[in-house]
């Protein structure tokens, strides 16, 4: 098993051409082979060396943050320590310990998951693991771990400093969607308590707070009373999610095209809010309105040529499995280096359902070291995400 794993490592990192070391190519009947996590772990190691000679230094810190996370994802934590120390910002360790803690909780060690979130530096890098690690949870349908998770999140000692408003929103969101209403209203009494300045972040924990209380009215008031245009998105999002999660699915897809009719008419530039809106939608069955978003998001970015919201479209369609609108939407861009986090997803697409030689060649045999690493990691993720147990529902 590991020799056949080395091979198609070391046929993505040299210039070899899948055709000459895959089984199967020069016809013979080939038998399914199992991926594992000892597959997925010599993936990320090929991926790591690939990374170490990415010339441009934001793509190669991106791509090594990604490593670790992946690392912790695998359950190798100390290789995510390594990188961690050795990138050395805090912006990064916060990232790769975020993911570690997630791992460390979904695998049942809680204690030690919390340990690792107070190693986080920032105040409200620890509200956004906090938030995300709960929201992550409940997706998993881990409630009553969510629940303990909460238990030490809503003793964070609250900044002094509005601009960490967003953090505070993901903490607050989290805090409404785990069903403990209260949370969330405490939350918001303590911001309230600081004064005028947070009055919109109230408003809008409290627009959360009501709508995954099945409040609708109550929610729909308190977002009347918002008026920065992101915190009125963002309780849109709430309003919208706690429709899906009470089944009101028709009710949710008119709150999602309340949302973009948002984006536009307060002229939010970010295209990134249009993928979230089309992601959720997504999520809510909504396949033609998924579609109708993503072509409002690539009508906008192609006006910019913006090579990484191209990427993020991409990255949307072949994680909805739509592998070949993928590669058309990459297709706009001349350069195949610039199409790396595309790949990635798509790889990943490919990975999950078993097709781990597709997965690898989606990097060009002369691929750069960048999509190299990217189409590995996308690769191993997909392979780990294959070993996961489903979610009950």
Excluded at 122 to 141: F, P, Q, R, S, T
Aim: proline letters at 3%; glycine letters at 8%.
């Amino acid at each position: 098993m590991r020799r056949e794993i080395n091979a198609i490592v070391i046929a993505c990192l040299t210039v070899v051409t899948w055709g000459a070391i895959l089984p199967g190519a020069l016809g013979q009947e080939v038998t399914p082979k199992k991926h594992d996590n000892a597959e997925a772990r010599t993936l990320i190691a090929s991926a790591e060396q690939a990374a170490a000679k990415i010339a441009e230094k934001k793509k190669k810190v991106d791509a090594l943050e990604d490593v670790a996370r992946l690392k912790a994802d695998a359950g190798d934590y100390e290789g995510a320590r390594l990188i961690a120390r050795a990138l050395g910002t805090n912006e990064s360790k916060s990232k790769i310990l975020r993911e570690m803690a997630l791992q460390q909780i979904l695998g049942g060690d809680v204690a030690t998951g919390i340990q690792t979130i107070a190693g986080i530096a920032a105040v409200e890098d620890k509200m956004v693991a906090y938030g995300e690690i709960i929201d992550e949870l409940i997706e998993e349908n881990k409630s009553d771990v969510a629940s303990e998770v909460l238990g030490h999140a809503i003793d964070i000692k609250l900044p002094d400093d509005t601009t960490v408003g967003v953090p505070l929103l993901v903490l607050g969101r989290a805090f409404a969607k785990i069903g403990k209403p209260e949370a969330a209203s405490k939350l918001a009494s303590l911001i309230e308590a600081k004064g005028t300045p947070w009055d919109d972040l109230v408003a809008t924990i409290l627009a959360m707070a009501k709508a995954y209380n099945h409040n609708m009215a109550g929610a729909r008031a308190k977002y009347a009373e918002i008026h920065i245009p992101l915190f009125k998105g963002l309780a849109l999002e709430s309003i919208a999610g706690a429709q899906r999660k009470f089944g009101d699915k028709t009710g949710a897809a008119a709150t999602y095209k309340q949302w973009i009719d948002l984006v536009q008419k307060a002229l939010i530039s970010d295209t990134k809010v249009l993928l979230d809106i089309a992601e959720a939608q997504r999520r809510n069955g909504d396949t033609a309105d998924f579609q109708a978003t993503l072509a409002l998001a690539l009508a906008a970015v192609r006006k910019k040529e913006d090579e990484d919201l191209i990427n993020l479209i991409a990255a949307r369609q072949a994680d909805a499995g739509d592998v070949e609108s993928a590669l058309t939407t990459l297709a706009t861009l001349k350069k195949d280096s610039s199409q790396a986090i595309g790949k990635k997803s798509i790889a990943y697409t490919k990975a999950k359902t078993g097709d781990v030689p597709g997965a690898l060649a989606t990097a060009p045999v002369d691929a750069d070291a960048y999509t190299q690493t990217e189409v590995l990691l996308g690769t191993a993720k997909g392979i780990l995400e294959s070993l996961k147990p489903v979610a009950k529902p």
